[in-house]
């Protein structure tokens, strides 16, 4: 299973240039002189998919709390965790299943925060023959990795739907098989195939497979517990400048989207792609939770999902994997 974008994804969702708009977030601004450099380590290549930690970068959020904050693209080739053990970044973005499995390993990470509020894994089909309910995939093809089969067994398990009722489909990361028949569905992410589809003049549905019980933290902020203890100051500094570049990101996501481009005017990305993107994350990292608490928060009872779920995928972890004393801080809580 894999909560993180594939090259292939990637690689569709990127082509395609666009011309940049002027309007958005002014490089240069507010910047203060770093004392500390420090990196942040992203769960892949360069998008819209980071755009509130491009924000903090070009606006001089970190600047200002003494850091000069140095952003690692990930990719296929460049996991998140190494990086953080070996404390080349300060923080990690990854995700719970990743996490859980890497400290199953030993390694002694925590969770700081949660920029996923809703895994962002959906059901895609057509407006033709919608799959809106868990149930509705018995008798259905299913496009997507082998892989992943643990994913849809959760999802399954959580809803009392017999997988065998499921015929899987192995399929390249593509909206291809969908649109040509050959599967009645795909199991994608919300932020990338339908994305494609949309682009495309289509109107794909989407069924959010955390509306159906399938949670598990996505976007996660990971740090070591050698950190939490001797390196607090430099985590709040990085957190909190983050959950400031979340919250500008929020507020206008077509900005943010040039700003991406304008950041990272090389990696091919298309301006209305990232748009779409950026605004279809929204739902995914804000809920009345975050409004009333701040970017990233998580409570006992998400936590209790998330181990449920977590189980489900053959992971066993505690709630001491979470730690909220960073974010309690930068949240003033």
């Known amino acids: ?41 992203l769960s892949w290549l360069h998008s819209a998919q980071f755009a509130g930690s491009y924000i903090a970068q070009d606006r001089g959020f970190w600047a200002e709390g003494g850091l000069e904050v140095a952003l690692l693209q990930g990719g296929p080739n460049a996991p998140v965790e190494p990086p953080v053990v070996a404390g080349t970044a300060l923080i990690g973005i990854s995700a719970a299943d990743y996490t859980a499995a890497a400290v199953e390993q030993g390694a002694p990470f925590r969770i700081l925060g949660v920029a996923m509020q809703k895994n962002p894994f959906v059901i895609a089909s057509l407006p033709d023959t919608p799959v809106t309910t868990p149930a509705e995939l018995v008798g259905k093809k299913i496009g997507m990795a082998l892989a992943n089969t643990p994913v849809l067994q959760a999802l399954c398990t959580l809803n009392g739907v017999d997988i065998n009722a499921i015929e899987i489909v192995p399929t390249q990361y593509s909206p291809q098989p969908l649109l040509t028949g050959e599967v009645d569905c795909l199991l994608c992410w919300e932020t990338d195939l339908p994305v494609a589809m949309t682009i495309e003049g289509l109107s794909p549905v989407t069924m959010l497979m955390a509306d159906h019980g399938y949670a598990v933290h996505s976007q996660t902020y990971i740090a070591t517990t050698d950190s939490l203890a001797n390196r607090r100051a430099e985590l709040v500094a990085l957190m909190r400048g983050e959950v400031r570049g979340w919250e500008a990101y929020r507020e206008n996501t077509d900005a943010a989207a040039e700003l991406t481009l304008r950041m990272f005017p090389d990696a091919g990305l298309s301006l209305e792609t990232q748009r779409l993107q950026a605004a279809r994350q929204v739902p995914l990292m804000f809920s009345d939770l975050t409004d009333a608490n701040g970017f990233g928060w998580w409570t006992d009872e998400t936590v209790a999902a998330n181990i449920e779920t977590l189980a489900l995928l053959g992971r066993k972890v505690t709630p001491d994997l979470w730690d909220r004393s960073i974010l309690d801080e930068v949240h003033g809580a």
């Open 1 to 41: 299973m894999t909560h993180r974008p594939m090259m292939s994804r990637r690689s569709l969702l990127a082509a395609g240039g666009a011309t940049l708009g002027l309007a958005g977030f002014g490089l240069g601004t507010g910047r203060a002189l770093a004392q500390t450099q420090v990196a942040l380590q």
